[in-house]
């Protein structure tokens, strides 16, 4: 407040927070080490954000913003923006609003110090089964649909959906007429309606969509998936398929460029030759088949994408061929993935020359598949797919594997429990891939999902933070929530049910850890509360590169969405002091 200009005040903030560091450093006043965790993290927090090169770089000034207050007593600046400098503060002054966590609610930890022996070991059981007991009580609420009861009613939207089609059980076992049936037009839209309940804005929005061509699709056992009324349960299911106004409304806009303006991964960038991309230096994707039996409203390809099975989705054989060979022209590469859109799509026939060529190059160790079908018409994998999978699959020589992409504990159902196995029976590995999401994002939901596919064979690899695509908004989360999924609820598991990595895809270069403080930093907090975060991306001490500039959702509004859900802000108050 007593600061004439910007820079007087910047220096008087770096003296004052240098004393703070510097006072507890040197134990002149006591702190307890769980304080000082969380201020000495804000004090690197603030210093970066009052940092004239991370201004720079941002391109905007917190801290002027915040001396604009101090002065005039306002600035102009959202609730969001306020709120992440109230729990700073709150962390500078040793009062973050972090203890007691939610877990411990009901119990009070023991001195475990002032204990030995078997008397300690049986004080420190009984700590760790009342954790074990309120971890129950958030993952009761995510079954999978290997519960008799969801079962059941799964079984009535099955048929629900074979009186409105006048199709038998014999044709729902049927792939080809699961890709034949897909509900991706106006006539589809009347029969989801027959089956499952639409809310009038979700049912304009398909409207609109299909209008203007803009991706839409749901397959009949993906829509069996749902509940009747929409609730809680199928939350997830539902936003993997229908989507927002917004986002219908974005891509309407940018129809005449979406190429340009949603190609987020910067793919025409990374494209050596037509159906490659390639971002590291072991590996690359193959693309044969540009889509997929049905269309997740986020796909990172949706501007290459207009409706499920489209026509012109399948590249020409001699496209097929000349990718290939340019991965048996380069020995660098030692693992492919085949992807698209949905490589099981593509027939028999087909997969098995693809397959039979990319085995045929002796530097390819692996060959991965990328697919979604296990979820979305887990009829398609038959026992004739996998003999094909299990003759190219060669121990010692070059392995086949799965990776597919699980959203929800709610997408398992039994037929796709023996999808997995089929698959599995063949020796191959099955990797999930997911995408951490509004639909998917509360207290332990992602352990949910980690804890359901290890029981039907598939191992966690991935959680991918929602990327900067701004269409899609509605589904993008906080880097901060995913840490603290990371570090709150995924860590509570065992080793085998955590094995995935939480990243950061940096547009062109690739993925990007997010699980330390190494590649990333929160630079700034605009106005309307948005963190700002820098990416170094993983060559930064091999090559130099520069780095990526991300700007996030605010905190708060992903917190007062939670609430609108049910969901208690406080159980997540911890999340502002993730960075």
Not at 101 to 121: I, T
Request: with cysteine; hydrophobic share 40%.
């Amino acid at each position: 407040m007593d600061s004439e200009a910007l820079e007087e005040a910047r220096e008087r903030l770096i003296r004052y927070l240098e004393d703070l560091d510097w006072r507890y450093r040197r134990d002149v006043d006591r702190i307890e080490s769980w304080d000082y965790v969380l201020l000495s993290e804000a004090v690197l927090f603030l210093k970066s954000l009052i940092s004239p090169r991370n201004e720079q770089l941002a391109g905007h000034s917190s801290l002027e913003l915040l001396w604009k207050a101090a002065r005039t007593g306002d600035a102009e600046v959202s609730d969001d923006f306020i709120a992440e400098f109230l729990h700073l503060f709150k962390a500078l002054k040793r009062q973050a609003d972090v203890y007691p966590s939610y877990l411990m609610e009901g119990h009070e930890p023991p001195d475990f110090q002032k204990y030995e022996g078997r008397e300690a070991a049986c004080m420190r059981s009984d700590f760790l089964d009342h954790m074990g007991r309120q971890m129950d009580s958030y993952l009761v609420r995510y079954p999978t649909g290997l519960l008799p009861e969801v079962a059941r009613r799964r079984e009535e939207n099955r048929n629900r959906i074979l009186d409105a089609l006048g199709a038998g059980l014999d044709d729902w076992l049927d792939w080809k007429w699961q890709f034949r049936n897909v509900f991706k037009d106006r006539e589809g839209l009347e029969i989801i309606k027959k089956v499952v309940r639409l809310e009038e804005e979700q049912e304009q929005a398909i409207l609109l969509a299909l209008e203007n061509r803009v991706p839409f699709g749901v397959t009949p056992h993906y829509l069996h998936l749902m509940d009747q009324e929409p609730g809680g349960l199928d939350f997830a299911v539902r936003a993997q398929v229908f989507p927002p106004m917004k986002y219908v409304k974005s891509m309407m806009a940018h129809k005449k460029d979406r190429k340009l303006a949603f190609d987020f991964m910067r793919e025409r960038d990374t494209s050596p030759v037509d159906l490659v991309t390639r971002r590291y230096p072991r590996v690359a994707i193959i693309k044969p088949y540009d889509s997929c039996p049905q269309i997740c409203v986020y796909c990172q390809r949706n501007w290459e994408i207009t409706e499920p099975l489209m026509a012109s989705a399948l590249a020409p054989r001699e496209r097929i061929d000349a990718a290939i060979d340019w991965f048996a022209d380069h020995p660098e590469m030692m693992d492919v993935l085949v992807t698209g859109g949905d490589s099981l799509v593509m027939s028999d026939d087909l997969l098995d020359y693809i397959l039979g060529r990319l085995s045929e190059i002796p530097h390819l160790h692996s060959i991965r598949i990328a697919t979604r079908v296990p979820i979305t018409v887990p009829q398609r994998i038959t026992e004739e797919l996998c003999e094909i999978f299990a003759s190219y699959y060669e121990l010692g020589k070059q392995t086949l594997y799965m990776v597919t992409h699980f959203q929800h504990p709610y997408e398992i159902s039994p037929e796709t429990a023996k999808a997995i196995k089929r698959v599995k029976m063949q020796g191959m590995g099955v990797y999930n891939q997911e995408v951490f999401t509004f639909a998917n994002c509360r207290r332990f939901e992602t352990a949910a999902v980690r804890i359901g596919i290890k029981q039907i064979g598939v191992d966690p690899y991935y959680t991918f933070n929602m990327k900067g695509k701004t269409e899609m908004e509605d589904y993008a989360v906080p880097i901060a929530r995913i840490l603290q999924e990371r570090k709150e609820e995924a860590r509570l598991l065992p080793g085998i049910f955590r094995t995935d990595e939480p990243v950061f895809n940096v547009p062109f270069l690739g993925k990007d850890h997010l699980r330390g403080w190494q590649n990333h930093e929160v630079i700034s907090i605009t106005a309307d509360g948005r963190r700002v975060y820098t990416f170094l991306p993983w060559e930064k001490n091999i090559v130099r590169v520069k780095p990526y500039i991300y700007t996030d959702v605010p905190i708060l509004r992903f917190l007062q969405r939670l609430e609108e859900r049910g969901e208690d802000p406080e159980e997540y108050r911890s999340i502002w002091y993730y960075y």
